[in-house]
T-cell receptor, first 112, second 115 residues
């Protein structure tokens, strides 16, 4: 069974701080997605990374895919209360695979 | 924008009842999924469908069945609801034709409570 381990599980920070969330596995993934989920809502796709070593930026969010395609990180610069939510990573195990393996999530709270 | 809708946001049922959860997507996506989400366990795949009348078991299919009679609609059925099926149920869709097959679009979820 392929697993994605996310850390930390919970993170509470002050507005303006930086943070990094990690997603690790012993398995190789053909692609990896990051989703954000707000309370009472479904996850919303933020980004997909597909190439080892790839870095993508989405405003204050920076996503990196590990060189070996086994891990990924999400870095948020100058966090804002609007960044509060559950961040989920998900990996596709085969090229073009429809099924995803999800991490258990990192619950981020940004306090004003 | 892709829109995935689920028939109910909140549902309360009694043990032993037959429960239907409906999901509709409006973007002609081939693939549809049902997950349940529980604290500490993350999202777990219940069933997956890649075409009308086609289905595949996910990681936790026991106690559930599905139906996909039309491309846009994917139903999850709890044949005899039990208290351990109390959970948040999420429907998702994706398209290997129009988009990346691995990018899934989720509905808002149905929070089911079984008493």
């Amino acid at each position: 069974t392929q697993l994605l381990e996310q850390s930390p599980q919970f993170l509470s920070i002050q507005e303006g701080e930086n943070l990094t969330v990690y997603c690790n596995s012993s398995s190789v993934f053909s692609s990896l997605q990051w989703y954000r989920q707000e309370p009472g809502e479904g996850p919303v796709l933020l980004v997909t990374v597909v190439t080892g070593g790839e870095v993508k930026k989405l405003k204050r969010l920076t996503f990196q895919f590990g060189d070996a395609r086994k891990d990924s990180s999400l870095h948020i610069t100058a966090a804002q209360p609007g960044d509060t939510g559950l961040y989920l990573c998900a990996g596709a195990t085969q090229g073009g695979s429809e099924k995803l393996v999800f991490g258990k999530g990192t619950k981020l709270t940004v306090n004003p | 924008d892709v829109k995935v809708t689920q028939s109910s946001r909140y549902l309360v049922k009694r043990t032993g009842e037959k429960v239907f959860l409906e999901c509709v997507q409006d973007m002609d996506h081939e693939n549809m999924f049902w997950y349940r989400q529980d604290p500490g366990l993350g999202l777990r795949l219940i069933y997956f469908s890649y075409d009308v009348k086609m289905k595949e078991k996910g990681d936790i299919p026991e106690g559930y069945s599905v139906s996909r009679e039309k491309k846009e609609r994917f139903s999850l059925i709890l044949e005899s609801a039990s208290t351990n099926q109390t959970s948040m149920y999420l429907c998702a869709s994706s398209s290997p034709v129009f988009l990346r097959a691995d990018e899934q679009f989720f509905g808002p979820g149905t929070r089911l409570t079984v008493l």
